[in-house]
């Protein structure tokens, strides 16, 4: 059973040193790992799902450009590039994808952590390109009709892979920073929710 979590869980099972992942290859510098498990996260706009499917996945920027793996989403200089994602599938309800360390000086220090289970942490980012909003009780929620109370749930029904990022601390609302863009746009979304209701509320006062 896979964890539910959005952390670097490797496969543990079986593993032939203490805190070494089972799927770590030594010759080759890879080791697989959970990039998502979808679990929801909340954001100031609302709860955030992101729906794993093949169909709501978009890893083209796989096979395109390729998807690197960065320390702590930083993208601020090459000794912050630690690897990359060479595959990527769905099992089991999880985006499960293949690392392969860089043999620089910080690929290798990220590689022998992981090896000898120091850091088990990872964050995907990513763009969202279609949103499916419903309120506490599973509804959907039409975009004019959304108050900035409602208790409402953003899910990511497509969305494509970016980056595959290591953290030493996923479980931390920073750390766990998985969006690019998304976060901003939804928070621009609510306000313009937010601006049209009370415009609504007006013209209805006025009516009056």
Sequence with gaps: MLPRSDQLFYRLAD???AGAPRSYDRKAHTVDAVISMGTAVKR??????????PHSVDLSRLYDGGIPLLDHHRQDGLDSVLGRVTEAWIERGALVGRIKFN????????EGMVARGEL??????YRVEEWEITDADGDLVNERDICWDDGLTFTATRW??????LVGVPADAVACVRSIGS???????RA???ARQRMFDRMGQLDD
């Design 44 to 53: 100031a706009y609302g709860v955030e799902v992101l729906r794993i499917s």
């Design 15 to 17: 593993s032939k040193s």
């Design 103 to 110: 043999q620089t000086e910080q690929g290798q220090k990220a």
């Design 192 to 194: 313009r929710m937010l």
């Design 183 to 189: 976060s901003n746009e939804l928070v621009d979304i």
């Design 120 to 125: 088990t942490g990872i964050s995907a980012g």
């Design 160 to 165: 494509q892979l970016f980056e595959a990022s």
